[in-house]
């Protein structure tokens, strides 16, 4: 299975919202309700932000959001703050034998 | 407190081999799967590696299909990645990474660099 498509970059304004897709087909992010998203800042452990596609792990802010269309998944960051800048990963589960599918990575930029 | 450490990492030349521990602490190890994510220079993540909690059941990307091997020692709370016949392309911080329900990973290691290069 091929990595899960996300934009290489995004950006927006401190108070700004800003979304960044994921998008997949049937047999990952369309098939199962399985998505996860992690945050990523250089030299750090990634940080899990969401799972189950819209689930909120402990801790994180109701500033973020997850949602999925078919094979589109989406994370919804509100009120940005300049800690929100860093890279952002989606994850599906791809079945059995592909437990994790990341994609890309997007770069998400705070101006 | 929910700990994983890594160790384990270094240069190799390709074609050889080494392996990464990952030492977990502050909760029920064997209840848990657990995965190696890696990330090679100026790339995304990628996962390679996954193993049930009783060690059974594991399955690996193709990219490291039949050169590595991830195993767990539930006594001493420990996962391994057996990495064998590396290449210049295995070169990557790797990480350990707890499953949690949902095919999502809540705790990870801090990563540790492995280079192959001759």
């Known amino acids: 299975q091929s990595a899960l498509t996300q934009p290489p970059s995004a950006s927006g304004s401190p108070g700004q919202s800003v979304t960044i897709s994921c998008t997949g087909t049937?047999?990952?992010?369309?098939?199962?309700?399985?998505v996860s998203w992690y945050q990523h800042y250089p030299g750090k452990a990634p940080r899990l932000l969401i799972y189950?596609?819209?689930v909120r792990s402990s801790g994180v802010p109701d500033r973020f959001s997850g949602s999925k269309s078919g094979n589109t998944a989406s994370l919804n960051v509100s009120g940005l703050q300049a800690e929100d800048e860093g890279h952002y990963y989606c994850?599906?589960?791809?079945?059995?034998?592909?437990?994790?599918?990341f994609g890309g990575g997007t770069k998400l930029t705070v101006l | 407190e929910v700990k994983l450490v890594a160790s384990g990492g270094g240069i190799v030349q390709p074609g050889g081999s080494l392996r990464l521990s990952c030492a977990a602490s502050?909760?029920?190890?064997?209840?848990?799967?657990m995965n190696w994510v890696r990330q090679a220079p100026g790339k995304g993540l990628e996962w390679i590696a996954y193993i049930t909690g009783a060690g059974t059941t594991t399955y690996y990307a193709a990219s490291v299909q039949g050169r590595f091997t991830i195993s767990r020692d539930n006594v001493n709370s420990t996962v391994y990645l057996q990495m064998d016949s590396l290449r210049l392309e295995d070169t990557a911080v790797y990480f350990c990474?707890?499953?949690?329900?949902?095919?999502?990973?809540?705790?990870w290691g801090q990563g540790i660099q492995v280079t192959v290069s001759s």
């Open positions: 502050g909760f029920g190890f064997s209840s848990f799967t």
């Open positions: 049937s047999s990952d992010i369309g098939g199962y309700n399985y």
């Open positions: 994850c599906s589960y791809g079945g059995r034998s592909v437990p994790r599918l």
């Open positions: 990474a707890r499953g949690r329900s949902a095919a999502a990973d809540d705790f």
């Open positions: 189950a596609v819209n």
